[in-house]
T-cell receptor
Framework: DAMVIQNPRYQVTQFGKPVTLSCSQT?????MYWYQQKSSQAPKLLFH???????NEADTPDNFQSRRPNTSFCFLDIRSPGLGDAAMYLC????????????????FGPGTRLLVL | GNSVTQMEGPVTLSEEAFLTINCTYT??????LFWYVQYPGEGLQLLLK?????DKGSNKGFEATYRKETTSFHLEKGSVQVSDSAVYFC??????FGKGTMLLVSP
């Protein structure tokens, strides 16, 4: 089945130690998103890739970076995790069309829960 | 900017009760509207969507109608089940989510 896969499901890191979360998809969607979701809150968009074009949200901290080496994979790098970065990180994909920007459904992965010690 | 407002939860119902979760939005243009569901410990799953005014999205007994005149997209289900217990998110043009409404259904 076509899907969005996130690894690992749970990640523990130390304060200040760089960590990378990964996302892959078999849907061949051209748009990929990263969201941060804290407990009992809505997902907050960090950034997205429209094809190879990176789009950062204005309030996303510089501590968060992303890479998309090819259509299938996208990575979230947290350069120096703080205690406040502990959250669920959700990857999503959609089939984007510049004529109907973001009208397409997003498909979400199961998420990676990050714990910062 | 765009925004979505959902009723606060938790919404607590008995099995087979009628469900309404209110959602209103503010946006320019004609956005697509979505309802997503999140079960404990999992990612979001699309429940239903509507892409233009007066469209009705439906899935698994849930329905929502895109009301442009009231800028609303309320979620309804005629008879809820225990397995419907989850958090429901209303979303606008997928990038703007409401805060979510937790639904708890007891037997």
């Amino acid at each position: 089945d076509a899907m969005v896969i996130q690894n690992p499901r749970y990640q523990v890191t130390q304060f200040g130690k760089p960590v990378t979360l990964s996302c892959s998809q078999t849907l061949n969607h051209n748009v990929m998103y990263w969201y941060q979701q804290k407990s009992s809150q809505a997902p907050k968009l960090l950034f997205h890739y429209y094809d190879k074009d990176f789009n950062n949200e204005a309030d996303t901290p510089d501590n968060f970076q992303s890479r998309r080496p090819n259509t299938s994979f996208c990575f979230l790098d947290i350069r120096s995790p703080g205690l406040g970065d502990a959250a669920m990180y959700l990857c999503a994909t959609s089939r984007g069309d510049w004529r109907a920007e973001f009208r397409e459904t997003q498909y979400f992965g199961p998420g990676t829960r990050l714990l910062v010690l | 900017g765009n925004s979505v407002t959902q009723m606060e939860g938790p919404v607590t119902l008995s099995e087979e009760a009628f469900l309404t979760i209110n959602c209103t939005y503010t946006a320019t243009g004609y956005p697509s509207l979505f309802w997503y569901v999140q079960y404990p410990g999992e990612g979001l799953q699309l429940l239903l969507k509507a892409t233009k005014a007066d469209d009705k999205g439906s899935n698994k007994g849930f329905e929502a109608t895109y009301r442009k005149e009231t800028t609303s997209f309320h979620l309804e289900k005629g008879s809820v089940q225990v397995s419907d217990s989850a958090v429901y998110f209303c979303a606008l043009n997928p990038l703007t989510f409401g805060k979510g409404t937790m639904l708890l259904v007891s037997p």
